[in-house]
């Protein structure tokens, strides 16, 4: 069989790829079940070593959020919007929506808790102000802007690629970075990861899944 007959000089998958949504709702469960089982286990609650390293090690780490971003990297070439500036205006809206889901899953709660309950530690992470801390609509936003921008500059797939490794080997060099100043950790937190930031996605690292897609 001649490998030249799978391709095709022209557009043959148009439209909505189901298989890419399918695999990106696996994702997204997988990634519920995880971070679910992490809460149950600060209370103690037990499940069996199966479920855990089921849970904890396959479904919820590989095939979870490295499979949505190399997803999400795939459905570009499928999008009809995938222009350089809808990708940036579509990234700034998400980082936007990362930074809203974040106050009002940790600041706001933080805020009532110490005023109604006067417990300031229920979210004692950088006294609450957790607005740049985990979550992959922030990663998701950084991502669409840099890709935005490297495809305004017209860069080959080659050099992309190059930029993401380049990418992913700082931010593993600077992972963890102090600053000295918590403002400045908690911005660089979603690009580098620094010191109190909490970003299980920081964009150096990750950058390089979205592009491979």
Sequence with gaps: MNISGLFSYEKVNTGRQVELDIAKALSII?????????????YNYAFSPIYEFTVGNILGRPYAAPIFMFCMGIGIVYSRNSQWDKMVKRG????????????????????VSGIL?????????????????????????????????????????????AIAVIMSLIGTLLRGTDFGIPLMNLFFADFIGSAGGFTAFPLFNWLIFPIAG
């Design 117 to 161: 309950l006067g417990n300031w530690d229920a979210f004692p992470i950088s006294g609450g102000l957790l607005l740049f801390c985990v979550d992959i609509l922030a990663f998701a936003g950084l991502a669409f802007i840099s890709m935005g921008i490297l495809k305004k500059l017209e860069l080959s797939n080659k050099t992309w690629i």
């Design 30 to 42: 997988f990634m519920v079940f995880l971070h679910t089982m992490w809460v149950m286990m600060n």
């Design 92 to 111: 700034a809206i998400l980082y936007l929506l990362g930074i809203l889901v974040n106050i009002f899953e940790f600041f706001i709660p933080n805020i």
